[in-house]
């Protein structure tokens, strides 16, 4: 049986083949609905899947407690944010009063209330989540406070509050970087500000204009806790940049600097008030099977579709796991591992092939017996590697190659998925 002790070998021999790209997805929210989207950038290959993968209402009804209401889009209003739990897979969205919580599909399961006066003087502008705490930070511009969620309908309990000074502008947007313990914030006034975590700053650099021309009003941050980069937007562009607000350089889910949110009504209206970043794999490409009369084709199925936990690649997380459906029944498969995804698709046994050749690994040893649904998966959990500089960062393409009943004859394959280490 594979052990979470192959798969810290895997993250090892992957590591000492590093590839630059890396693999995530943005979130994003906006105020007329509200809605919430999932999304990725695309390359010439139309690699990954995308650009988004899924929109949702973030004013879902979860009697009896208040949902997320609409609220005043950019540049007329600053309220509103989203932000992920990487540590259990949920995502928050809020209106600046009131707070839901998501399943990756979309699905409500809890909400709570932040009255102005009760952390903070105003209402919230901005949020991020302290995934190894389990705590949210929340900003109104112009202080910061940290919370912690209870039961629904009622408030949090207020940990702490602190003021952001000196100010650069009203923070819009607000991360919390655990491995640092510090936290990041954008402003209506173009500024990408680093504080400590009793409100002291301590980097601060003007980024409107740069590389995708931002306008001042920065409305959503988003922090890569693989590279230490971040997620830009002005509402209507999204920028990969640096601290300094350079150019970030290229990963294989955003391979542009700059993306257009508007792509033709496929996700929430812009502009948009805030950004999230996640850690959970993209898909990319699509499952063959070359021979007539053949099954539907493969897919990969992940932790949350699995058994509804966390398919987030993040350190400390034991429920990751990478599965196949909708293979013929009774065939055997093989979880190939590499650094590249080839563009286009090279072929195997007639399939496509999505993983750049020669593999890392092959996973498991005489591959894993499927059953009468063409269905199985394998776990991919690891120990406790937080803030590991070793492996932060590191990028893993992996497919299903899946040889079919002898009697049957003949390969499979499924589509493939890239993901990337990264603390919490």
């Known amino acids: 049986m594979f052990r979470v002790a192959q798969f810290v070998l895997v993250l090892i021999v992957l590591a000492g083949a ?18 919430v989207g999932q999304f990725v950038g695309q390359s010439t290959c139309g690699y990954p899947n995308g650009p988004f993968i899924l929109v949702h209402p973030a004013g879902l009804p979860f009697p009896p407690c208040p949902s997320v209401g609409p609220f005043v889009p950019p540049p007329f209003g600053s309220l509103g944010d989203v932000a992920v739990n990487k540590s259990t897979d949920r995502i928050w969205a809020t209106d600046g009063l009131h707070f839901g919580r998501f399943t990756p599909t979309g699905t409500i399961d809890m909400n709570f209330i932040l009255p102005a006066g009760l952390a903070l003087p105003g209402l919230v502008t901005g949020m991020g989540f302290d995934a190894v705490s389990t705590e949210i930070w929340v900003t109104d511009g112009g202080m910061a406070a940290r919370i912690k969620p209870g039961m629904s309908c009622t408030s949090p309990t207020v940990l702490g509050v602190i003021d952001l000074f000196p100010d650069v502008g009203v923070a819009q947007d607000i991360e919390y970087d655990a491995c640092t313990a510090t936290l990041w914030v954008v402003t209506d006034t173009g500024h990408l500000a680093h504080y400590n975590a009793a409100g002291g700053l301590i980097g601060d650099a003007f980024i409107a204009g740069g590389p995708c021309g931002l306008g001042v009003n920065l409305t959503g941050l988003a922090y890569d806790t693989s590279r230490n980069n971040f997620y830009v937007t ?126 890392a690994l092959v996973l498991p040893a005489g591959g894993l017996g499927l059953g009468a649904a063409g269905d199985g998966f394998l776990p991919m959990g690891w120990g406790a590697l937080a803030c590991d500089a070793a492996i932060m960062g590191l990028n893993v393409h992996a497919q299903w190659l899946i040889r079919r009943p002898a009697a049957i004859g003949g390969w499979e394959s499924s589509e493939a998925i890239v993901f990337t280490m990264g603390d919490r």
């Open 234 to 359: 002005d509402g209507f562009i999204v920028a990969h940049v640096n601290a300094a607000g350079a150019a970030a350089p290229s990963t294989f889910w955003f391979p542009n600097p700059c993306e257009d949110l508007d792509v033709g009504g496929a996700g929430p209206p812009v502009p948009i008030s805030g950004l999230a970043f996640s850690l959970r794999p993209a898909r990319y490409g699509v499952g063959s099977d070359p021979f007539p009369g053949a099954a539907p084709v493969p897919a990969v199925t992940l932790a949350q579709e699995l058994i509804g936990q966390n398919e987030e690649s993040v350190t400390l997380n034991g429920f990751f796991r990478i599965g196949v459906k909708d293979a013929t029944p009774f065939s055997t498969a093989f979880l190939v591992f590499g650094t590249g995804a080839p563009c286009p698709p090279l072929l195997f046994k007639g399939c496509s092939l999505y993983v750049t050749p020669p593999f």
């Open 18 to 35: 590093r590839a630059p790209a890396v693999a995530q997805t943005l979130y994003a929210i906006e105020g007329t609905g509200p809605s």
